[in-house]
Every structure is written in C-alpha cells, then in structure tokens.
Nanobody, 127 residues
C-alpha cells in the first residue's frame, strides 16, 4: 500500500525558512512534487522533481526562493522554502506519480498526473 507522509510545516515569520519532507512507502516514483492550497483558493503547483533529481520545475511565484530535492535511498522528497511571504501560507501537499521524461513541464505541473497524495501539512507565515 502506497503512503505519502509529510512533515515540517509550522508557523514562521515572513522572511523565514521551513523545510518540508515527504516520505513515500510502498514503491518509488518517477516524479514527486509539491502543491499547495490556500484558503478560498484553488490548489496550485509549487515544484516537481524527476527520479534522478537532475530536473526540477517551479512555479514562477516560488522560483528562486524554494528548492525541491529528493533522496531516493530514503524515498523522500524535500521542499526547502526560504524568504517566506504571507502569500505562501497554505496547506502543502506532497504528490507522487509516474511520468515520462517526454511528457514535459506542463504535465509535471498538473495535479491529475499524480496518482498519490499526502495528507497535507500546514504552513503559516506571519507578517
């Protein structure tokens, strides 16, 4: 049975940093990603990474501030979030799926391309 378990959310002041972790059990995946949903907003793509870790993808809103990485030995993906802003506050969800390297960036940003999801972890940013 596949499970994704996230950790690392919490309360941080604007400008601060957090690192989210997501450990998958049951199997490995070609792509893992992070999405978020803020109150009264749609779920949105944040970042994704391929199996080898050599291809990463980011939403424009987090580019340069967030870094996604993965440790395949631990079957874990991380999201390092720096320079946090109040608008980054949301529930962050880890996602995992299998995609071809030829699928392209657009596929990696689409929630329906990921078959497995974590339960979410809350990130709160105070101004």
């Amino acid at each position: 049975q596949v499970q994704l378990v996230e950790s690392g959310g919490g309360l941080v002041q604007a400008g601060g940093s957090l690192r989210l972790s997501c450990t998958a059990s049951g199997r490995t995946f070609t792509h893992m990603g992070w999405f978020r949903r803020a109150p009264a907003k749609e779920r949105e793509f944040v970042a994704a990474i391929n199996r080898g870790g050599d291809s990463t993808y980011y939403a424009d809103s987090v580019k340069g501030r967030f870094t996604i990485s993965r440790d395949n030995a631990k079957n874990t993906v991380y999201l390092r979030m720096n320079s946090l802003k109040p608008e980054d506050a949301a529930v962050y969800y880890c996602a995992a799926g299998d995609m071809s390297p030829f699928d392209g960036y657009i596929s990696y940003t689409r929630a329906n391309k990921y078959a497995y999801w974590g339960q979410g972890t809350q990130v709160t940013v105070s101004s």
